[in-house]
């Protein structure tokens, strides 16, 4: 591996790490030497990306904590292929359909790339490029590229899509969600788009991997009183998260 790609996959440890890692920690997940390691977080801490702590080191915190899209697509494919699955039985021809930037809606889009008769409205680029090859209707929500997620639109103009449509079905999913059933992420921008679309869709359905169970990111989106539906690849949710009576688990 060249040392430029081994500064980006250390990027993106970083990232899926939430911010800290160790040094024996990279090692292992780069097979590489500690020496070499210690060279790359050398170059990367006078890069300004990331500051040394003792046994690792942590991303500075003006430095996006947003993964970039295919780490975030080629990590855990397993369960959001079961969640992806689950998901595509909620959707009915004809439905209009609010999918957000995530990587798991991602692979719903992939699931019910051949239903007829849908609207898709996404924030996802990647969403429509897929799309692209397909006879279903796609709205792009229009708006900024988002800085820290070259992935996702943001912004006034995209919140603006989401406020004057509504729709049959909404799917999301977040970086983390609570014991005590709140839901949370790491990008407020995102989370900004994201609340037009819970309030203008008939169902809103959560996607939700068992990795993000009781966990914490810096803001947060909403909570399951809010949701109809949350879809894990596991059957035992209720076992780690307090849901309310009303929320169906698939």
């Not at 792009?140 to 995209?158: I, Y």
């Amino acid at each position: 591996m060249l040392k430029k790609e081994r500064e980006a996959e250390i990027i993106n440890i970083f990232k899926d790490s939430g911010g800290f890692v160790t040094v024996k920690a990279l090692c292992k997940a780069l097979f590489a030497s500690e020496s070499s390691i210690r060279r790359d977080l050398s170059a990367l801490e006078s890069k300004g990306v990331i500051k040394r702590r003792y046994g690792g080191a942590e991303l500075v915190t003006n430095y996006s904590n947003v993964a970039a899209f295919n780490s975030r697509s080629n990590h855990n494919i397993a369960a959001k292929k079961v969640i992806a699955k689950k998901a595509a039985r909620l959707v009915k021809d004809g439905d209009v359909i609010f999918l957000d930037q995530s990587s798991t809606a991602f692979f719903l889009a992939a699931e019910i790339i051949d239903k007829n008769s849908i609207t898709i409205v996404t924030n996802n680029i990647e969403i429509i490029s897929l799309m692209s090859g397909s006879n279903i209707r796609i709205i792009s929500s229009g708006g900024m590229l988002s800085p820290e997620n070259r992935t996702c639109l943001v912004g006034k103009d995209a919140q603006r899509t989401f406020e004057n449509m509504y729709a049959d079905i909404m799917f999301f999913s977040t970086k983390s969600i609570s014991s005590d059933g709140n839901i949370w992420d790491i990008s407020q921008a995102e989370i900004e788009v994201r609340m037009p679309m819970l309030k203008n869709a008939s169902k809103k359905v959560y996607l939700c991997d068992s990795e993000k169970f009781d966990s914490h990111s810096p803001y947060r989106q909403c909570s399951l009183d809010d949701i109809d539906f949350l879809i894990s690849e596991i059957a035992h949710a209720r076992q780690f998260i307090k849901t309310p009576d009303s929320l169906t688990l698939i």
